[in-house]
């Protein structure tokens, strides 16, 4: 794999040499790269009274890196990519609904240009052969100085190669995209900034509705039973339909199509529970 370390001036570079020109609001983002932190995603939350624009974090190692849920992202340095960007919106956190979706259609999109095809999970993982190859972390907060201003912290863990001890510290089987690995990780990030950026400023104009039909050309899922878990216990079963104006999974159950909320829960399909049920 390539053994090019992330830097600053590196990114910028890649993001000027673009064919076509990356999107200008990238060529605005602040950038910065750091050896090693706790989480990118808690670092930019405790900047955020000091930004001034669009801020990406990278790192080549994160000691607590984390998932929904409260879980913990494991990743291995130079094997993987895993940034967080600030991004400011002149929207209410109501108008924010859908945005872990529409971050999941940029980063498909970036990895389609590279020729890996991808799919989506509701409600934040990208799927690569079935196997989860990066998750999606989205935490929102506001500077004290500017209320009206929502920052959104997107948090995105990717894996490049998965060595077999990273694999049994994940505790499951995951993807990895070899032909990625091969790359200069600052093109790499330059790349995904711009897919970002695109689709962020969308957002802010026509927001979450504007990306429900390319969601749902991504949808892991579609039209598969599957089981919707909380805590280990099923919340909701049905078949999976897609998601709604708010972002919500849609269902189609014996009582009629039900929707479930964005929270702290997991989708299986059936086959997946009951592998699970059987261990």
């Known amino acids: ?161 998965v060595p077999p001890t990273l694999e049994a510290q994940i505790g499951q089987a995951v993807a990895d995209a070899p032909w990625l690995a091969q790359l200069d990780r600052n093109t790499l990030a330059a790349h995904l900034l711009h897919h970002l950026a695109s689709v962020l400023e969308q957002f802010e104009q026509a927001g979450w509705p504007s990306f429900i039909e390319q969601w749902q050309q991504l949808h892991a899922f579609n039209g598969q039973d599957v089981v919707i878990l909380e805590q280990g216990k099923v919340l909701q079963q049905g078949r999976a339909l897609g998601v709604d104006a708010q972002g919500r999974l849609l269902l189609a159950t014996s009582a009629g199509v039900e929707t479930v909320l964005t929270g702290d829960v997991s989708l299986r399909s059936q086959a997946q529970y009951q592998q699970m049920l059987e261990k």
């Open 1 to 161: 794999m390539s053994s090019s370390l992330l830097a600053a001036p590196a990114i910028r570079a890649a993001l000027l040499a673009m064919q076509p020109s990356a999107h200008p609001r990238a060529r605005q983002t602040d950038i910065v790269v750091v050896a090693e932190t706790g989480s990118t995603n808690a670092d930019l939350l405790a900047q955020v009274d000091d930004l001034h624009g669009p801020s990406l974090l990278l790192a080549e190692s994160q000691t607590a890196g984390r998932g929904r849920m409260g879980r913990s992202w494991h990743s291995a340095p130079q094997q993987s990519l895993t940034f967080s960007l600030a991004w400011p919106f002149r929207l209410a956190l109501h108008q924010m609904l859908g945005l872990p979706l529409a971050v999941g259609v940029a980063l498909a999109q970036a990895l389609a240009a590279y020729g890996v095809q991808v799919q989506l999970k509701w409600p934040n993982d990208i799927l690569k052969d079935g196997k989860k190859l990066a998750g999606i972390l989205l935490e929102s907060t506001h500077s004290s100085h500017d209320p009206d201003t929502t920052w959104a912290i997107i948090g995105v863990g990717m894996n490049l190669q």
